[in-house]
């Protein structure tokens, strides 16, 4: 290995081994230092208090210990990040950093927050709430990542990292039960194959009920049925119960394998096939087409998934995946190594939603977007000058095909079949250099080209006569495309004033990809966009004091938000005014200035023996400096802010460790997260906007004096809040709005055997 990689691995271990001697003292009686984590967010291994950005990093084991089970939980303990379940119109996630994401979870446009899973890009936000299956760590990087992430990293990025198979016999198997009926199992082993081959394979399947009852609505409110009311006939179960939507029910399969067939050379190739069949998000109706219909009482609604005509459809949010991909690892020499990084995704998703939230049947949409990407990427790392500089070029490939269909029926106008065929090409070049001028110093710099091409053709079909439907027929046929590049560059510097600080300042830039109006309803409305850009200035320090039993880590930021994409819902371009105006539109536009300015704070303290307290803190400030006439005709104004930009975030926890004389040892553990108030529309309105939250978990685990058994027992919600993460606003549309509501108070038991 070069000079520079050793010094790198040897400062890891250091902190390694002065952690890991610390905690044996802490067995006669002193308190130990807190665990020191390996990030790989600037291409290399280096220690999370080494690492000049603002990452959380998060281990397998917590979050084994805290019972995590999705990115959105741990997204919920990092400072100015937001991982939600979508609006109930689609199949995803909405994930912002730093107030900068993706609300529509179409992967005809692109995220804004990009995500990884073994170093692999993930294209879309359909099928993104990954369930956390036998996982290493996850890295959040917050931040424009233009330079490292690449494309779309314009928020941040989320990075998932497997377990490597180390074929040492090693496994476990864990069993959960819960509220609603929640059953969960997981596994993993890992065996010697041969002495250069090792395979760990992992499982899991989990099911849980809806939150939310369907009611029969002349069942629950006979004296409100009209004489005109015509209701699907339903099967009336107990209390007036026809279904529940917001139920979990998917299984999971990975396995991968290790190759080292010489010292110099490593080969992984993995595998996973992913099934949820989960249900339509758990949402209540706020505003209906017809009073009546609002609930009134928590977890109810009374949509049907039914059209007037008796088109029906099932509750469903699905999404079915199969991924393949593999990593090689070349030492070339002494001073560089040569890595590639192959991955091939396929998705199909299907995701529906009762619009009116009532049984008549006004509004009802199915949402089908079969896809699949293959991706490529390699790097070069070398070292020069015996320390010096290190350094890494390279270049990413994405190729992606999809398609945007399903059917859409809104009484009494509108009713297609919609099949529009996507294509997205993405290819760049980076460079990456750190100089080490002087001890303790280094001066960071990165620069990446990117070139984008994206095409689509736009199909409506009336689904009873086969031919052009009504009023958005003039679309079929009607294609767009989009090009265009990005030149995106980083300059760092960091200087470490002792072992336990670290200081460092940074310019950097990113952008979110442009495109073409994948909803239009006339072919005006068939309109590019341009890509939106991120300039981010960022100065922090990482600090470990008190002998390493505490830690530190501040950032502050000021983002210049350029060419930001919003989407016009008021009937673009002009107004009612404008020739070209239509009542109906979803236009993607881009809408102005904007200044983004905040700070963070993360911080880890062991005060005593098998004591620890952690803890997040996070402000964000968004303020308009400049909007089009498109963003002021849609009605957003000056005062007006992003979806999913909380002005406040935190999360505390604490856990403290009781050894038995067996040497078995109980922890119990509490946390708790708060998010202020957000918008959901970037028109902002009561119809939108979403109260903030308090929530308070807590567990009790107990393990055994081998480690062999585990048990976890907790609840979630501890004050059962009620409480909503998102809401589908479209009342200005047709009159409605429905809001995803969070779970109530639930408990569950889980126990493991580790082997």
């Not at 990689?5 to 002065?18: A, E, K, S």
């Not at 009023?471 to 300059?491: A, K, M, T």
């Amino acid at each position: 290995m070069t000079a520079v990689l050793f010094r790198n691995q040897q400062n890891i271990r250091r902190r390694l081994m002065v952690a890991s001697s610390v905690s044996a003292l802490s067995l006669m009686g002193l308190a130990h230092a807190v665990d020191e984590i390996v990030v790989t967010a600037q291409f290399r291994e280096q220690s999370l208090q080494d690492t000049p950005i603002a990452i959380t990093a998060v281990s397998g084991d917590e979050i084994e210990n805290k019972a995590l089970s999705n990115v959105a939980q741990i997204a919920a303990t990092a400072p100015n990040v937001t991982v939600t379940q979508a609006s109930s119109g689609f199949s995803g996630v909405a994930a912002y950093v730093r107030g900068v994401g993706q609300l529509d979870s179409s992967f005809a446009l692109e995220p804004g927050v990009g995500i990884y899973v073994d170093d692999i890009y993930h294209g879309v936000m359909v099928g993104s709430l990954f369930d956390l299956l036998d996982l290493d760590r996850v890295e959040i990087l917050r931040g424009p990542q233009g330079t490292l992430a690449g494309k779309n990293s314009i928020g941040g990025a989320i990075k998932l990292f497997s377990r490597k198979p180390q074929g040492d016999g090693s496994g476990y198997i864990s069993g959960t039960y819960g509220s609603y009926d929640r059953i969960e199992v997981r596994g993993a082993y890992d065996v010697k194959l041969t002495d250069e081959a090792f395979l760990r394979v992992s499982a899991f399947s989990k099911r849980r009920d809806g939150h939310v009852k369907v009611l029969d609505f002349a069942c629950d409110r006979p004296s409100e049925v009209l004489p005109s009311d015509t209701f699907p006939n339903e099967y009336v179960g107990p209390d007036c119960e026809i279904g529940r939507i917001g139920g979990v029910e998917s299984w999971g399969l990975r396995a991968a394998l290790r190759l080292v067939p010489r010292d110099d050379l490593e080969i992984n190739i993995f595998g996973s096939i992913v099934r949820d069949d989960s249900q339509s998000p758990g949402v209540e109706q706020t505003q209906t087409t017809d009073p009546r219909f609002l609930p009134t009482r928590p977890y109810t609604y009374y949509g049907t998934f039914t059209s007037f005509p008796g088109w029906s459809v099932e509750s469903l949010a699905t999404a079915h995946t199969e991924s393949i991909g593999g990593q090689i690892d070349w030492e070339i020499s002494d001073t560089l190594k040569l890595t590639s990084i192959t991955g091939y995704e396929n998705i199909n998703s299907t995701a529906t939603i009762d619009l009116d939230g009532g049984p008549t049947g006004e509004l009802l949409t199915l949402n089908r977007t079969p896809y699949h990407q293959f991706t490529q990427e390699l790097r070069l790392n070398g070292e020069f000058g015996d320390g010096l500089l290190e350094w890494t070029i390279g270049g990413f490939y994405f190729d992606s095909q999809g398609d945007v269909a399903g059917r859409v029926y809104s009484f009494p106008v509108l009713n297609w079949l919609q099949d529009d065929p996507v294509s997205t090409t993405s290819k760049s070049v980076f460079a990456h250099a750190i100089l080490h001028p002087i001890p303790n110093m280094s001066i960071i710099g990165g620069i990446r080209y990117t070139d984008d091409e994206k095409s689509y053709t736009f199909s409506r079909i009336n689904p009873d006569t086969g031919a052009p439907a009504d009023v958005v027929g003039v679309l079929e046929g009607v294609g767009g495309s989009f090009s265009g590049d990005s030149i995106d560059y980083r300059f760092g510097v960091d200087y470490r004033f002792a072992d336990e600080l670290m200081a460092y300042a940074q310019f950097s830039t990113g952008y979110k990809g442009g495109g073409v109006n994948p909803r239009p309803f006339i072919p005006n409305q068939v309109v590019p966009f341009e890509p939106e850009r991120v300039d981010a200035y960022e100065v922090g320090f990482k600090s470990n004091f008190l002998d390493g039993r505490a830690r530190l880590n501040v950032a502050a930021f000021l983002n210049k938000y350029k060419d930001v994409i919003l989407i016009d819902t008021n009937g673009y371009p002009g107004g009612p005014t404008d020739p070209d105006w239509f009542p109906l539109s979803a236009v993607p536009f881009n809408a102005g200035k904007a200044d983004i300015k905040g700070f963070e704070v993360e911080t880890i303290l062991e005060p005593a023996p098998g004591f620890t307290l952690e803890g997040s803190l996070s402000y964000l400030d968004f303020e308009y400096q400049t909007l089009d006439m498109n963003a002021t005709a849609s009605g957003i104004a000056a005062d007006f802010v992003p979806p999913f930009a909380p002005e406040w975030q935190w999360s505390v926890s604490a856990a403290y460790e009781f050894s038995l004389e067996s040497g078995a040892a109980i922890t119990p553990r509490v946390y708790a997260e708060h998010q202020s108030s957000v918008y959901t529309d970037p028109v902002n309105a009561a119809s939108n906007f979403v109260e903030g939250r308090t929530t308070v978990n807590a567990n009790i685990a107990f393990r055994s004096h081998d480690g062999g058994w585990e048990a976890i027992a907790g609840v979630t919600n501890l004050g059962d809040k009620h409480y909503y993460t998102n809401a589908f606003d479209l009342l200005t549309i047709n009159g409605t709005v429905s809001n995803v509501v969070g779970r109530p108070r639930e408990f569950f038991v889980t126990l493991r055997k580790n082997f």
